[in-house]
């Protein structure tokens, strides 16, 4: 595949399905496409901020990814491409970001520890898959790349991209580095499981969190037969608790059995309120 040097583009990694990926994406407020990577979520802008001048592809795209993540519980590696250069910003939450980047003839800048933080945070092997990362970081005395004759700053982030697939990583054909963004956001489009994800008030926005609650593990203790029952059970326990502490002059008790029956209400309307959707 032939790339231009003049390319530029960007995509965001989560290490999360995109059940999972879609809600914290609503909250960035601009057009994505969510595309299934395996067991990740790659999220393709559709609009190109950093040609405003304002902020460079890095740093928009490094932005968001912090963004999503400072609300997750996993990471996510904004990766991008500008000219021949390229790099990458690993976030997680409130810890540190990680960054790093190579430049158009592939040598190497950032923080020297950068490559195991993102092995440690992204679960490799602390021995194989670290050396491998470490192997992208390198070059001769005389200044020039190491990585086997492929050592521009895309090809280095490719190899980066092929070692995560150990990660369970699968990236749809046409979502490569060096692709420019248009291309980049063609190939999405056409990707099986393909979504798009876009700002449409706070409504929306809670509602997709709600959808993903529901569909995940504490799904069945949120909506259905098991949320009814157990909203039953704390209104009927609560109740009578509440009463019986009224009539001994015990706020604490009152107060326990005040929170069970209301907890169980809400349950229970929240339950039917979904159903009625």
């Known amino acids: 595949m032939s790339i231009s040097r003049a390319a530029t583009g960007g995509m ?43 902020e460079s592809v890095a740093e928009v795209l490094s932005g968001w990814g912090s963004a999503i993540a400072l609300g997750t519980n996993w990471p996510v590696l904004s990766v991008w491409w500008e000219g021949g250069r390229a790099g990458f910003t690993l ?6 970001t990680a960054a790093y980047e190579w430049d158009a003839a592939g040598r190497p800048a950032g923080a020297p520890d950068a490559m195991r933080t993102l092995a440690v945070r992204l679960g490799l092997d602390p021995v194989l898959d670290l050396e491998e990362l470490e192997r992208l970081t390198r070059t001769d005395p005389a200044g020039a790349p190491t990585l086997d004759g492929a050592g521009d700053g895309e090809a ?21 580095p060096g692709e420019p963004a248009d291309r980049l956001r063609a190939a999405a489009r056409v990707a099986a499981g393909a979504e798009t994800v876009e700002w449409a008030g706070w409504r929306d926005a809670v509602r997709a969190e709600l959808d993903a609650v529901e569909e995940g593990p504490l799904g069945p203790w949120v909506r259905g037969p098991k949320a009814r029952l157990l909203g039953a059970v704390q209104v009927a326990a609560g109740a009578p608790l509440m ?31 979904r159903t009625h959707r």
Do not use: I, M, N
């Open 156 to 176: 280095r982030l490719l190899g980066l991209l092929a070692l995560l697939t150990r990660a369970g990583l699968a990236l749809p054909a046409g979502l490569s």
């Open 91 to 96: 976030s997680s939450g409130f810890r540190r």
């Open 243 to 273: 009463l019986w502490a009224v009539r001994r002059r015990s706020p604490g008790w009152a107060a326990a059995g005040a929170f069970l029956t209301a907890q169980g209400a809400l349950s229970l309307a929240y339950d039917r309120a």
């Open 12 to 54: 965001l990694l989560c290490r999360a399905e995109p059940l999972a990926a879609r809600p914290p994406a609503h909250l960035l407020r601009v057009p994505l496409l969510l595309v299934p990577a395996g067991t990740w979520s790659a999220l393709v802008p559709e609009v190109k901020p950093w040609l405003a001048g304002e």
